[in-house]
């Protein structure tokens, strides 16, 4: 598998069907304070059918930063799609990561690790890819496959299909190839079966779009990366969240980054694909 860097056009689309906004990697106790309430304005002005956050709430799993995260969240529209990360599951207290990683979590983000949101025009399945036996590595397994692939059956081949997963798929050129989720070849046969169209990650704090290439060939869904919206690790890249327009045959990524001198975020990247067949091309 390779990444493919496509780059397209900023016009919006029309009509828009849904729209999503993708954050990842918050962070809470390592967190830019200075950037929570326009992040929560930004979104809410976005307007979006459903918020997704992929991973990494937390530092170190603590519950008062689990408790930040939360009120984080509750600011934030409904529906939402939050799935656990590597800092999710705690790192030093050696019973509570082996005996139960992600009670925290349960317990002040919510019981559902793997929340699905379904409508007519999309199908949103969350999956877990945080494991006890990593530090920050990351697994999907076949059971997870087949469930994500049962909901892309039941909502049917006109709606979006969108999976969500705290490791990506895939790591961008240069990168560290062992962040890729692992059995990821695997999960990106069979998803592609069923017609997956997005799959939304985040783990590397650095934004990203390319297509998936399977065998030499694309295999039809693109993988979009959220860097990091709140956390002051940034990799060298400005904290940043995706908005994600959908319409019927098109799809645009805008990947809105922060603008100190302006207090704010603005779009600093804008890419758009069309579909042909199962397949998402760059316009
Ligand atoms: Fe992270
Ligand atoms: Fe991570």
Redesign the pocket.
């Given at each position: 598998m390779l990444w493919e860097q496509d780059v397209g056009g900023s016009n919006p689309l029309t009509p828009t069907i849904r729209i999503l906004a993708h954050l990842s990697?918050l962070?809470f106790g390592c967190v830019d304070e200075a950037l929570i309430e326009p992040l929560q304005r930004a979104i809410v002005e976005a307007a979006p059918d459903v918020v997704v956050v992929s991973g990494?709430l937390t530092q170190r799993a603590r519950p008062r930063q689990f408790r930040e995260a939360a009120a984080f969240l509750s600011c934030l529209p409904k529906p939402q799609v939050v799935v656990p990360?590597n800092?999710d599951v705690p790192l030093f207290d050696v019973p509570s990561r082996f005996l139960r990683p992600l009670a925290r979590y349960r317990r002040y983000i919510g019981h559902d690790l793997e929340p699905v949101y379904v409508d007519r025009e999309l199908a949103v399945v969350g999956v877990n890819s945080a494991r006890s036996l990593t530090v920050k590595g990351g697994r999907i397994n076949a059971e997870q496959v087949e469930r994500a692939c049962a909901c892309f059956a039941a909502a049917g081949d006109d709606a979006t299909h969108v999976l969500v997963t705290h490791h990506p798929f895939d790591v961008p050129r240069g990168h560290d190839t062992h962040a890729r989720i692992g059995r990821a070849a695997m999960a990106m046969e069979r998803l592609a079966e069923y017609g997956v169209d997005l799959c939304l990650a985040?783990?590397l704090?650095i934004g990203h779009v390319a297509r998936m290439l399977h065998d030499g060939d694309a295999s039809g869904a693109l993988l979009v990366q959220a860097g990091?919206a709140l956390?002051t690790r940034g990799r060298g890249e400005a904290n940043s969240f995706n908005i994600i327009e959908i319409a019927r045959d098109a799809i645009r990524v805008a990947r809105h980054e922060w603008r100190a001198r302006i207090g704010s975020f603005e779009v600093a990247r804008s890419e758009r694909f069309a579909r042909s067949g199962t397949r998402w091309t760059a316009e």
């Open positions: 990697d962070h990494d990360g800092h985040g783990h704090h990091t956390s």
